[in-house]
Structure formats: structure tokens, C-alpha cells
């Protein structure tokens, strides 16, 4: 360890509104410590130049991932391990859980966050090709407020960001409208974990018969900043995939990069992978297109679709517990396919009534529990298990704790407390149930609303499985 203890400061204010008011008074003397796996790097080598540090870590406003119908905002405290375990992450997302799966390896998935990866600014960073294919936009907090700026403008050279001194970034958003593109990514380094990328890819396509209707394409450790292929991607956008394009892509992202040689690799080998991946890419997009496809999805939907009004409703009854919810969903019928029940999913619902929300609300156990307050239907039963899956592994304390909490609840709105709680562990739904007691009657009567459409939509997704 080349650095001395006794010279460094570190705070942790535990709000983001205090923490921005520090940075605001002393604008640059702070430095932000979010899981510490790069800054501790620096710490041991004594190359931290910042001797005042503010921690960021497990910050509540920056560990959240909230789901709304459009997007998905990820705080930017979340960890790798905390996208890993994020079903809609998983599911609508691959290209950020696959990046999460290979960083690092799991003691640095733990601790290492979204937010620390951008910030940090190498171009070697796993997850940032994958948030140009996507499109994503960052929020930016300061004293003086948000602001929100494309994820593309935020890296301005080598290491160097937009972000102001008195600036944090607080979350990363990914708009929900990749369904039905391939998903391709592929790190190469000396292993496949715990080793930085000499060169990786994250790409997301889509075929229209034989031509290619979209593609994106973003390459690490192949320039100052993570790439994105816009010329590649043109030349490649509208035509058919044959060898002649596959061979014009490769030479055109060769001459899009600028790789340089340090001691991980060579501008020449770099150049060399960089046009293999692009074309491996391309290939697989042409190979599954061709496969016949089966979409589990499409056989269920055109299966309910046909059934008798009383089997529909029953059939579609435990996606949501309200009888005027499922009502409504089967006088919609025929739907051509998971956007469109979506959809549907989505207005029906609110076009309820707060009686029929209680209804929805009342087919779930409390958090915690296994027994709703009206009788379940079975598959409800077995979706709430999974869905609480990390509440049942918890410990005894927390366990404790969020049964006080929601007699509290229940006390004080009359009604069990409702939550998404796929993906989430139990103190982070502690933390919003303790958040959510502060609410007043009506932002809480549509916050629960809010939370009882996402479970609907999740076990939508799941039903559609088959
Ligand atoms: C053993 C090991 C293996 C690794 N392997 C990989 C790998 O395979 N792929 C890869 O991409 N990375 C890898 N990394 C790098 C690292 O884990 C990631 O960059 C990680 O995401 C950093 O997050 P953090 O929370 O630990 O950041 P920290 O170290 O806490 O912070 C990093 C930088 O970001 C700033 N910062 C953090 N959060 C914010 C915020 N919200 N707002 C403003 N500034 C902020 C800090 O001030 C600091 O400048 C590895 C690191 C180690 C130690």
C-alpha cells in the first residue's frame, strides 16, 4: 500500500440532497467513491490525487431501478451483480447483463457500479459499448438540478467526461424498444473474467427477410472513447447480407477505429479482432434469421385468443387478480402478439376503478408471506414465490423489520403494501416501504397502482412462455 490512511478524509452524508450540497460548497475538492473498485486501485498505487472523498455507496436514491412502460431508469450506485439479478435487465437488456456477467469477477461485481464504470471513462470499459447500441441517456444531478444528456456526448476524450465538478450521474436510461433484434456480445482478453478487454463488441440486429432493416454496432479499446460503427452501420443498414457486404463491413470498421498499442495489446492485432467481430456478428444475424423460427409466444396468445369468454378471463385472471382487469383484456381479443397485449395490459388498467386496483391488490400475499388475503389462484401463488424469492432468504432481522413495516402500512392505508419485487433484495423493499409510509393517501394509492401494472406486465411476459 503506497498510500497513507491518515492523509485522506471520507464522508458519507447517506443523501443524495447532501451529498450535492458538499459538492456545491467546494466544487472539484471532493471526490465521488461509489464501489470503490477503481478508486481503491489508485488509492494502493498512491496515484489518488483527491485526498477528500464522499461515498456514494448504497446511496438508496442511487440504487434503484425503476420500470416504467417507456424505459427503465438504472441509479447509478447499481452494482453488476444488481443488473445480473434485474429480470427486465436480463430479459429486455442483454447486451448490459452479459457486460455485468464479465466484469470483473464476482467480489467486483459485488462492489463495482454502473455509474463508477462511466464516470471512470476507460475505453476498455465493458458495459459502455452495449449503452450506445441502446441509445442511453444519462441524468445528471447537481445542487442546481437534473439534467439529462445523451450517453454518446458524455465521453468527450481519453478519460474525460462531460460531468461538471459539483455534478454526479445519477441514473442511466434505456428506452424499452429493442424487442426483436438479435442481441450479440463478445469480449476478448486474456480470460473471460478478470482480465480487461483487448477488444469488445456489443451489437444488436435485425433482418427483414434477407436485408438488414437495423443494426447497431459499438466496439471498446479500439479508440480514445467506446466507438459506436455509425459508417459501418450505414453501409451495412438496408442491404442484403451476402459475403460482399460481410467483407465491405469488415474493411469499414477497420478504418473507423483508431486502436493504439499499450501493454495489454497491438493497434494491428486490435484492428484484426475488430473487423472478426463485426463480421461474426453479422454472420450469426444472417444464420438465426434463416433458422425456422418458433415464437413460443405467438402459440399461447393464438391459443387464448380462440378460448370461450369464461376459460379467457380464468386463463389470464392470475397475470394481474382483477376480475374487471381480466374482463377487459378478453373484449380486446384477438392480439397479434406481446406488444399489443402489452398494451392492452396496460390501458385496461387504468381504466379501473380504485376498487378494482384493492381486487388486484388483494391476490398477493403480503411481502414476506405466502398466504393472499383472498383466496389465489395457484399460478398466482407460484409467480409470488419466485417473485419474493429474495425475501424468503433473508435473514431474521430484516424479516422482522418489513413485517412491522407493513402492519404499519396496513394501519395506516388500510390495504397490504405492493410492490415489484422481482429482482429486488429484501432491505432494498424495506427502504421503499419505509420510503412509501411517508407518502400521503393519493400518491400512494397510484404508486401501488404503478407497481401492481409492473408485476402484471412481468407475469404477462412469463405467461406468454407458455
Ligand atoms: C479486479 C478488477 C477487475 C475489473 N474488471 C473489469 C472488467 O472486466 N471490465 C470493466 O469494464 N471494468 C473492470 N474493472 C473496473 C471497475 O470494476 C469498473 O470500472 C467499476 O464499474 C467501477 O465502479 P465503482 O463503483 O467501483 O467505481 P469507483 O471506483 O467508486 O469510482 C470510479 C470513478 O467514478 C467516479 N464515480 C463513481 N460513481 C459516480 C457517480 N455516480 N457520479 C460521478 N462520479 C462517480 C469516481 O469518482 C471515480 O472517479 C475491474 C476492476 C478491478 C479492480
Redesign the pocket.
Known amino acids: 500500500m503506497r498510500s497513507n490512511p491518515s492523509e485522506f478524509e471520507m464522508v458519507a452524508p447517506g443523501s443524495l440532497q447532501a451529498i450535492v450540497s458538499l459538492l456545491a460548497k467546494e466544487p472539484g475538492a471532493w471526490?465521488?467513491?461509489?464501489?470503490?473498485?477503481?478508486?481503491?486501485?489508485l488509492y494502493a498505487a498512491g496515484k489518488l490525487p483527491a485526498r477528500k472523498l464522499i461515498s456514494?455507496?448504497n446511496l438508496p436514491e442511487?440504487r434503484r431501478i425503476d420500470v416504467t412502460a417507456d424505459e427503465i431508469r438504472i441509479g447509478?450506485?447499481c452494482?453488476?451483480t444488481d443488473l445480473r439479478m434485474h429480470e427486465i435487465v436480463g430479459r429486455e437488456f442483454p447486451l448490459m447483463a452479459f457486460?455485468a456477467r464479465?466484469?470483473?469477477?464476482i467480489?467486483?461485481q459485488n462492489?463495482?457500479?454502473?455509474?463508477?464504470?462511466?464516470?471512470?471513462a476507460?475505453p476498455?470499459?465493458?458495459?459502455?459499448p452495449a449503452l450506445l447500441v441502446y441509445e442511453a441517456d444519462l441524468i445528471l444531478v447537481s445542487a442546481r438540478g437534473e439534467r439529462r444528456v445523451p450517453y454518446v456526448t458524455f465521453h468527450t476524450g481519453y478519460k474525460k467526461t462531460l460531468?461538471a465538478p459539483d455534478?454526479?450521474?445519477?441514473a442511466v436510461c434505456l428506452s424499452r424498444r429493442f424487442s426483436g433484434y438479435l442481441s450479440h456480445a463478445r469480449?476478448v482478453?486474456a480470460r473471460n473474467?478478470?482480465?480487461?478487454?483487448k477488444v469488445c463488441i456489443s451489437a444488436l440486429g435485425r433482418l427483414t427477410g434477407d436485408v438488414v432493416e437495423d443494426v447497431r454496432m459499438a466496439l471498446?479499446s479500439v479508440a480514445p472513447v467506446p466507438l459506436r460503427l455509425t459508417q459501418t452501420e450505414q453501409i451495412v443498414r438496408g442491404r442484403s447480407m451476402d459475403s460482399a457486404l460481410l467483407l465491405e463491413a469488415r474493411k469499414a470498421a477497420i478504418a473507423e477505429i483508431r486502436p493504439i498499442d499499450d501493454i495489454r495489446s497491438t493497434a494491428r492485432y486490435r484492428a484484426v479482432v475488430a473487423g472478426n467481430l463485426v463480421a461474426e456478428f453479422l454472420r450469426r444475424l444472417k444464420s438465426e434469421r434463416t433458422r425456422p423460427e418458433r415464437d413460443p409466444a405467438k402459440d399461447v396468445l393464438a391459443r387464448w385468443n380462440l378460448l370461450p369468454t369464461d376459460a379467457a378471463i380464468a386463463a389470464i385472471l392470475p397475470c394481474c387478480g382483477s376480475k374487471a382487469w381480466a374482463q377487459g383484456m378478453v373484449t380486446r381479443r384477438p392480439m397479434a402478439d406481446e406488444s399489443a397485449l402489452v398494451t392492452a395490459a396496460n390501458e385496461t388498467w387504468r381504466s379501473l376503478t380504485p376498487s378494482d386496483w384493492m381486487e388486484a391488490f388483494n391476490s398477493h400475499p403480503r411481502i414476506g408471506e405466502s398466504r393472499a388475503a383472498q383466496s389465489p389462484l395457484a399460478q398466482s401463488v407460484a409467480w409470488s414465490a419466485q417473485e419474493q424469492r429474495n425475501v424468503v432468504d433473508t435473514d431474521a432481522t430484516v424479516k422482522s423489520a418489513l413485517s412491522d413495516a407493513n402492519q404499519e402500512y396496513e394501519r395506516r392505508f388500510g390495504r397490504i403494501f405492493i410492490v415489484c419485487a422481482t429482482g429486488k433484495s429484501a432491505p432494498e423493499i424495506l427502504e421503499i416501504l419505509q420510503r412509501r409510509l411517508k407518502n400521503d393517501a393519493e400518491t400512494e394509492l397510484h404508486e401501488s397502482a404503478e407497481q401492481q401494472r409492473q408485476i402484471t406486465e412481468i407475469r404477462l411476459k412469463k405467461w406468454l412462455e407458455g
Open positions: 471526490l465521488p467513491i461509489a464501489g470503490g473498485t477503481d478508486v481503491m486501485v456514494l455507496w442511487l447509478a450506485a452494482t453488476y457486460a464479465w466484469t470483473g469477477g467480489a467486483n462492489r463495482g457500479t454502473i455509474g463508477g464504470n462511466i464516470v471512470n476507460s476498455a470499459a465493458d458495459s459502455l460531468l455534478e454526479l450521474v445519477e469480449k482478453g473474467a478478470q482480465a480487461i478487454s471498446g
